[in-house]
């Protein structure tokens, strides 16, 4: 829970902030997003993970891998774990 904002409201905030507009995205939430939350809420690389069905190494694994696809891609050298 976020104090006086929603995570719709902060992808909102960050879609009005030009070079914001395409940072990587975990979108962490208890709920399965509907097709239409999955689009307000997409930003740049995004993944859209629920808690009750991911544990968390999976979930660290993941980040990673989203991590390592944004550095190698920009040239940058890869994270290890």
């Known amino acids: 829970m976020l104090p006086g ?3 719709f409201g902060v992808i909102e ?3 009005e902030h030009g070079r914001l507009r395409s940072v ?3 979108v962490y939430s208890a709920a ?3 097709p239409a939350e999955r689009e307000r809420l ?3 690389p995004t993944l859209f ?3 009750s069905r991911i544990p968390p190494h999976e979930f660290e694994e993941r980040v ?3 991590l390592n696809s944004i550095t190698t891609a920009e040239g940058a050298v890869a994270c290890v774990h």
């Open 64 to 66: 990673i891998n989203l």
């Open 24 to 26: 990587p995205l975990v």
């Open 42 to 44: 997409r930003l740049g």
């Open 49 to 51: 993970l629920t808690k």
């Open 5 to 7: 904002v929603d995570g």
């Open 13 to 15: 905030w960050l879609k």
């Open 32 to 34: 399965e997003p509907t």
